[in-house]
């Protein structure tokens, strides 16, 4: 059987540079590479609605942005398949038997829910600390509804951020324990995480947290040049590079992470005038010599902002004008996700299908239900 790769993004927001890094740039390389049987790319409304069910307008907005942004990256309809999660009825029917395979206290270990929880605010007011609003049952069961949407697609490769790793890891539990206890039916992922480690989880532009749209640190797909430039401008470098004088620090220093990201080796052609200024002037040919110089003294922050804002306008210059073309064509992108929700409608129904069959409730399937009435019939004639 050939390889399968399932993975998406929730509609919460437009997407921004650490989706590019750690999931997109991969997929849309994934989608071209030919290695792939099928690609299905989803938009997770439902998963959306799990923080934001007071918000559902939010949501439906942001379906349509998200789509842009796929669309703009490079992900082909012709090759890869991308629909709406909520539109696969299919995937909420696998997620409530998948419950049962599933611990309270499974969960409750999971640390990018733990993390997620208290970046959301929502507290289980174990700890006597003041009432807050709680912890929404679908919040906390995401990951359960993650295994449906991975497994559904029989996936065998989901392309995605280091903080879905604990997701993944759930999921192969589910299918472990799903084929132990009714025969063999779904397939267990693998996890495809970036190879570079700048990207396996990209700080925002605040340089504390993994940048993400619930925090308010993108730098977003759709950026004008002139938001890309002031956002990096704003950034935070070394606190202790105080005069360009004084030797810099790399470790932990955002800037650098994205020029880790995101520079290519013909950005120091393309950009040599960033580093000639009044008081000195360099000339590099490679991210390692600009790093030894900023870490010896006399490296600017401004350089390297400007340096960086290149780079970074360079990578979007292309996302944006194949939006701005993109967003002249709306009726184009809803006709995208209709057809490839039908599509990967068809294939989940396949799998519920296979599970139903495996865990014996498919009463009135083909010859099931005659095999059913003769077993029952013969039962009660003994009588
Ligand atoms: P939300 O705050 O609504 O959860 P998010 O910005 O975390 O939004 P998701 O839709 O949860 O984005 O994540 C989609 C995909 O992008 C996942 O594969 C995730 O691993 C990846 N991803 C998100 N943020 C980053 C980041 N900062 N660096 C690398 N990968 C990321
Ligand atoms: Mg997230």
New binding site residues.
């Given amino acids: 059987m050939g390889k399968i790769i399932l993975?998406?993004?929730?509609p919460?927001?437009r997407?921004?540079i650490?989706?590019y890094?750690?999931?997109?740039r991969r997929r849309v390389e994934l989608q071209n590479s030919g290695q792939f049987e099928k690609i299905f790319i989803m938009i997770?409304d439902a998963q959306?609605l799990t923080?934001n069910a007071d918000n559902p307008e939010k949501v439906r907005q942001n379906i349509i942005e998200v789509a842009l942004d796929y669309l703009s990256a490079g992900l082909d309809p012709e090759k890869s398949v991308l629909f709406i999660q909520s539109q696969i009825s299919e995937l909420t029917e696998l997620t409530f038997f998948y419950n049962n395979l599933v611990t309270v206290q499974r969960l409750q270990r999971n640390p990018t829910v733990k993390a997620?929880i208290q970046?959301r605010g929502f507290s289980d007011n174990t700890d006597g600390s003041e009432p807050k609003a709680g912890i929404p049952v679908g919040f906390f069961c995401y990951p359960i509804s993650q295994a449906a949407d991975i497994t559904a697609f029989k996936a065998t490769t989901v392309?995605?951020?280091?903080?879905?790793e604990p997701m993944i890891e759930q999921t192969r539990e589910i299918v472990r324990k799903f084929n132990s206890v009714y025969g063999t039916t779904l397939v267990e992922p693998e996890i495809m995480l970036?190879e570079n480690s700048a990207?396996?989880?990209?700080?925002?532009t605040d340089g504390k947290a993994?940048?993400?749209?619930?925090?308010g640190n993108?730098i977003y797909l759709s950026d004008s040049e002139e938001e890309v430039n002031a956002k990096v401008r704003g950034m935070f470098t070394d606190p202790l590079h105080l005069q360009v004088s004084d030797p810099g620090h790399i470790e932990g220093n955002t800037v650098f992470t994205y020029l880790d990201a995101f520079c290519r080796p013909e950005h120091f052609g393309m950009f040599r005038e960033c580093f000639v200024g009044r008081k000195s002037s360099f000339t590099f040919n490679s991210l390692d010599e600009v790093k030894a110089q900023y870490q010896a003294g006399g490296l600017g922050d401004v350089m390297i902002k400007n340096f960086l804002s290149r780079v970074l306008n360079d990578t979007l210059e292309p996302i944006r004008q194949r939006r701005h073309e993109l967003e002249k064509n709306i009726p184009y992108v809803y006709d995208i996700l209709r057809r490839g929700s039908e599509q990967a409608r068809a294939v989940a129904a396949r799998t519920l299908s296979d599970v139903k069959k495996a865990m014996k409730i498919n009463y009135f399937d083909e010859g099931v239900l005659n095999q059913l009435i003769k077993e029952q019939s013969e039962k009660y004639q003994d009588k």
């Fill in positions: 993975t998406g993004d929730r919460t927001g997407l921004h650490g989706h890094v750690g999931s997109l997770a959306a923080d997620e970046m392309p995605v951020g280091e903080d879905q970036p990207c396996l989880r990209l700080p925002g993994k940048m993400s749209k619930s925090l993108c």
